[in-house]
């Protein structure tokens, strides 16, 4: 069956070379662009190159463009997939935002690559043939947005950066990846579930992700809430619980309706009210602190994003995180 997919280029290592310095750096064309069409995987690749941003340069504004832009080139030319290459260093955001806004039916798989297209033994070629020949699956279909590296396909709720520099470094940790590439086969071994989806064509409030440690105090969320934040997010301890003096700081936030949404700092299990004492989860729950069961920090600030552009009321947000 004849197949046609869309390849957005965003920029990131994939798409650098070194320079004469030994810097890794942009240059002033993605050299991927126009090469991925001669392998001859898909029917027809059209390739549009987005931006050419460094991932730690894009923005919640850049992912809400790249969102529209997805959705104006399927109007345009309908597709039986999309794949978009990114930097790795925010790639899993990317690839959350656009899991929580984008409603297709047709697979949608970012990849990027941790060694530049000049150095030895890049993977950016691989990875982006393995993302085509994922989008192109019949399987990929309706499981949201995909991330592929290194032979791995991961959903966007749970997929992470692990590893500064090795090409392994997206993992999912704890539920692991739901699907393997191999020479002959896309091999799905799992099935997602359901994810909240929000409407969104314009992202307003800021939100804050602040990482609880020993003995810290209120008066960064005092300032956050000064400063007029709308959202905070908490990389709690444990199984979500923060020290004593961060309460009165938590306590501000929730007087003023600013939801206050935990998650955990550990990177496998999930955030739940157990412990009673000061500070402890059950205490933090029963206050109305909002529980976001299993997301990580960056994720779980994504998403409070999108909930409070949707316009979902303060006293709904909790709704919106459940299931996660
Ligand atoms: N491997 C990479 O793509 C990292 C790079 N700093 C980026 O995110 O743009």
């Known amino acids: 069956m004849t197949k046609t997919l869309i390849l957005v280029h965003t920029g990131g290592t994939i798409s650098m070379t070194t320079d004469e310095r030994g810097a890794v750096t942009p240059g002033l ?24 941003f460094p991932s730690p340069h894009i923005t919640p504004g850049h992912m809400l463009e790249l969102k529209k832009l997805i959705v104006r080139s399927l109007a345009d030319q309908p597709a039986d997939g999309v794949v978009i290459t990114h930097g790795t260093d925010t790639l899993e955001e990317t690839a959350y935002f656009l899991d929580l806004t984008l409603n297709l039916e047709i697979p949608v798989v970012l990849t990027g690559a941790m060694r530049s297209a000049d150095e030895i033994g890049s993977d950016g070629v691989h990875n982006v043939l393995s993302a085509i020949r994922v989008a192109s699956d019949e399987d990929s279909r309706g499981k949201g947005v995909l991330v592929v590296l290194n032979d791995e396909i ?18 999912s940790p704890q539920y692991g990846p739901i699907g393997l590439v191999t020479n002959g086969h896309i091999h799905y071994h799992h099935a997602p579930l359901l994810r909240a989806r929000f409407h969104v064509d314009e992202l307003c409030g800021r939100v804050a992700l602040l990482k609880v440690y020993a003995g810290m105090d209120s008066e960064f969320l005092f300032h956050a809430a000064d400063a007029g934040y709308e959202g ?24 003023d309706e600013i939801p206050v949404v935990l998650v955990s700092r550990c990177f496998n299990g999930i955030a739940q009210p157990v412990y009673g004492y000061e500070g402890g989860g059950r205490m933090l729950h029963e206050e109305g602190v909002i529980f976001a069961h299993g997301l990580s920090g960056q994720k779980a600030r994504i998403q409070l994003l999108l909930a409070l552009s949707a316009g979902i009321h303060p006293g709904q947000i909790a709704q919106s995180f459940k299931g996660h």
Do not use: C, W, Y
Request: glycine letters at 10%; hydrophobic letters at 40%; aromatic letters at 4%.
């Open 29 to 52: 064309n993605n050299p991927l662009l126009g090469q991925i069409h001669k392998l001859g995987l898909a029917d027809e690749i059209i390739e549009i190159e987005a931006f050419n």
């Open 154 to 171: 991961h959903t966007a709720q749970n997929v992470t950066k692990t590893h500064t520099s090795n090409v392994s470094t997206f993992q």
């Open 232 to 255: 905070i997010v908490l990389e709690g301890l444990g199984q979500g619980n923060v020290p004593p003096s961060l309460m009165p700081g938590i306590r501000r936030l929730l007087e």
